[in-house]
């Protein structure tokens, strides 16, 4: 199973340089002018990296519910609970009412329930950092005080 996952990883490596060079060796000006040669260049590379960031995010899923499975799920459904009251909390608690939305550009308005999710984000984002550095804290106190 390594030999084939290393010759895949040569191959794909192999086929990014392929494509890689074929837009280099094209002209710049020639590139931006033509929309047929945009298309045949960098399609092909944009075709591959969506199939190893596809790779990359499955295999990611499965190898973190292998390691789920195979730990203690009863921690693990803990601290999944604790992010999604997190989140349940920012969203209900503090994530504003932003009213009828956002002007994004001049054709586009963001939805207040877009911008809500936005507020929740970052809200979410306050709140893990703040845990972060409250544990970081209180750690270092801890082995401070024990040695």
Do not use: H
Not at 139 to 146: D, E, N
């Amino acid at each position: 199973m390594t030999r084939f996952l290393n010759i895949f990883k040569i191959l794909i490596g192999v086929l990014a340089a392929v494509l890689f060079v074929r837009i280099m060796i094209e002209d710049d000006d020639l590139i931006k002018e033509s929309a047929e040669l945009q298309t045949s260049l960098i399609s092909p590379d944009l075709y591959l990296s969506y199939i190893v960031l596809g790779i990359a995010v499955i295999a990611t899923i499965i190898f973190t519910l292998i390691g789920v499975a195979k730990g203690n799920i009863k921690k693990t459904l803990i601290s999944v609970g604790l992010f999604v009251l997190v989140i349940a909390i920012s969203y209900l608690g503090f994530a504003g009412d932003y009213g009828t939305g956002f002007d994004i550009s001049d054709t586009e308005t963001l939805s207040e329930s877009g911008a809500k999710w936005i507020g929740t984000g970052l809200y979410t984002f306050y709140f893990l950092a703040l845990a972060a550095v409250v544990s970081m804290f209180v750690s270092t106190i801890k082995k401070a005080t024990t040695n």
